[in-house]
């Protein structure tokens, strides 16, 4: 890829570092760009739920629960008996003589033992007053994920209930005071349990792993062995027609899959192939597809004839030259092959939609797609599922980018 | 070593040309089952009304009377074109940059190509649920980054207004598979070219217009006819976007979402046929036109224009 000096943007004079530093940068940006909706899926899906609608959004899925004292008890609306409610559950009675918006307050009651009241009797109020207020400070009381302030009487200003799975940082007896972190709740790394056995579906992810396997392993099997052989047959006959039929075989390349689709439907339908993962498997046997029979062709042509020659003196039959001879030398491009199918199948959505009817039948693609459905509005578990779908994708391609790279770079077209 | 061996090596024997075909074989079937001989059918189908459990019927052109008269069959070709009018010029001018920001010789550009080429791989249901949640209009991350800048954020998928510009914006994280194709493409222009050019005095600008693009543009022009092709195919993405609906109000129903409604959900098989062949139709044509006006706009080597 990378053999010579880049031409482009400087052959002779030495490249402008000021130009080069801008290009650097931007390059370096836009790759930024494009990693964020990954690495927002997978911080998604380490979230607890409350963390996800967030303005601004949380990048960690790591996040502080404080203490948000909410001290100040106000007055709400003048009125005979008016019933002041603390945010944090404090409750003041007062009651008041007028109807106005302004009123004297007759009586007072507290209720909470934390709460220090601001008015007494004969002084009036208006709305919005602050009537009683709490402590900012207190002592931390552990209970479980159930942390309890109190006072230092022991009566209660706060409680804070704590995802269950998350740490609690202060111990019984810790003085806390306002906005103290608490707790924090950690990566949520149960979602993802969570997702793959969800409760709504009648399937697991296993189910559909298990099948996304089967079908592409049956599937590479398939079209690594036919289009080896047809390319082999392409590359190294003689035959009419073989250049005429070459090109139409590059021409399919362009019938849209639509126009074909519904007839073979018919046909496997009428095999009785329907919801089996035959007719995701089967026709792979035939050829492979253009792309993949092209791409062996073009490697198969690399390989000097003096080898079949060779062989043929050597008692081989055509078969036994393929298969002995031939094909070990055409392993790069297998894996080639091997990666971009496995790609193609893994990410293959129409086919199994309309092949695959009961669900304990469906692969990835498809789960995923019935899971969206059920499980729309929990980001959380829609980020780990598609997780679950992209990272053996990202393994293999992160393993086989070389073979990606070198095959859309030799055939000239994209998975 | 220009010539094709084979025909060098080899006598054409009929026993040689017999092998051929045993090799070729499977294609040969397979193109019988399920390319030509569904072609065929589908062809036929486009002509008869059948619903899989009634005897086919032969109804001449009605599919196609029908169609013209179908006013969703209208909208899902107009958000067909609309769709692949913005995605493929736009595909492909971001992935020629791309290309040419990425063909340097930078340390770390064998991770910023990875890093770039990556999104492409991961096209299908995944990473349409991952835009689902970015274009998310009150906690998605683009619409949290539009308001940074100030701007109030579209409803995107929830708008009809906006769900189309929705599914191209997306499609833009996918220019990586292209890019690679380019990347090679610029890897191949002649540094004498580039060596020429600059002592005629000529700058960036110049050397871009006058020697980048008219030595890429075969492969350009390639890859418009797939990217055309393929954008024309659009379904997985709006399926699983609008749980296959092509909502809202039929903003995102393509044309191939069309032709599935109809062949398997309402199993009218002529109909989804026609529509069908409809849609090779428009790829046809444009593919056509595109190999017409090529001859204006393609360079092949040896006459370059200055």
Known sequence: ?415 | MSTNPASVRHKTGSHEAAWGYVFISPWILGMILFVGGPIIASLVLAFCKWDLLTPIQFVGLDNFAQMFGDKKFWISLGNTFYYTIFAVPLGIVGSILVALLMNQEWKSVRLLRTIYYLPSVTAGVASAIIWMWLFNPDFGLINYGLSMMGIKGPLWLADEAWSKPALVVMSLWGVGGNMIIYLAGLQGVPRQLYEAAEIDGAGLWHKFRHVTIPMLTPVIFFNLIMSIVWSFQIFTQVYTMTGGQGGPADSTLVLVLYIYHFAFKYHHMGYACALAWALFLVIMIFTFMQFKIAGGWVHYEGELKK
């Not at chain 1, 995802?163 to 790394?189: C, F, H, L, M, Y």
């Open chain 1, 1 to 415: 890829m990378e053999q010579q000096q880049n031409s482009f943007w400087a052959s002779k004079k030495k490249q402008d570092k000021m130009v080069s530093l801008v290009l650097y940068l931007i390059a370096w940006t836009g790759a930024l760009i494009f990693v964020i909706p990954l690495v927002w899926m997978v911080s998604t899906s380490l979230k607890y739920p409350t963390d996800i609608f967030t303005t601004p959004p949380k990048w960690l899925p790591i996040s502080n629960i404080q203490w948000k004292a909410d001290s100040t008890v106000r007055s709400q609306q003048a009125g005979y008996v008016k019933l002041a409610k603390g945010a944090n559950g404090t409750q003041v009675i007062y009651l008041m003589s007028s109807t106005k918006r302004t009123a004297k307050v007759v009586d007072t009651m507290k209720l909470s033992g934390a709460a220090k009241l601001n008015v007494e009797k004969g002084v009036y109020v208006k709305e919005g007053d602050i009537v009683a207020e709490l402590p900012k400070t207190g002592v931390a009381r552990v209970n479980g994920n159930i942390i309890m302030i109190t006072d230092k009487d022991g009566n209660i200003i706060d409680t804070i209930e704590t995802p269950p799975n998350s740490k609690i940082k202060v111990n019984t007896g810790d003085r806390v005071n306002e906005n103290d972190r608490v707790a924090v709740i950690p990566p949520q790394w149960h979602n993802y349990m969570e997702a793959w056995s969800p409760k709504a579906l009648s399937e697991t992810f296993t189910t559909y792993l298990l099948n996304t396997i089967f079908i592409t392993v049956c599937g590479l099997l398939g079209t690594m062995l036919s289009s080896a052989f047809v390319a082999y047959g392409f590359s190294r006959f003689k035959f009419p027609y073989r250049d005429q039929l070459f090109l139409v075989m590059v021409s399919t390349m362009m019938i849209p899959a639509q126009v074909t689709m519904i007839p073979t439907f018919i046909l496997f339908k009428y095999i009785g192939w329907i919801d089996t993962f035959a007719p995701l498997i089967v026709p792979t046997f035939f050829g492979g597809g253009a792309f993949n029979i092209f791409l062996m062709r073009q490697f198969f042509m690399t390989i000097p004839y003096e080898l079949d020659d060779a062989a043929k003196i050597d008692g081989c039959n055509y078969f036994q030259i393929f298969w002995l001879i031939l094909m070990p030398l055409v392993k790069p491009a297998l894996v080639t092959i091997a990666i971009f199918g496995f790609v193609y199948n893994w990410n293959d959505f129409m086919n199994p939609l309309i092949y695959l009817n009961s669900s304990s039948k469906y692969t990835l693609a498809l789960g995923l797609q019935t899971f969206t459905t059920m499980y729309g509005s929990y980001y959380h578990l829609m980020m780990a599922a598609s997780t679950i779908v992209l990272l053996p994708i990202l393994i293999v391609f992160f393993f086989g980018q070389k073979y990606f790279i070198e095959g859309v770079a030799t055939s000239g077209l994209k998975g």
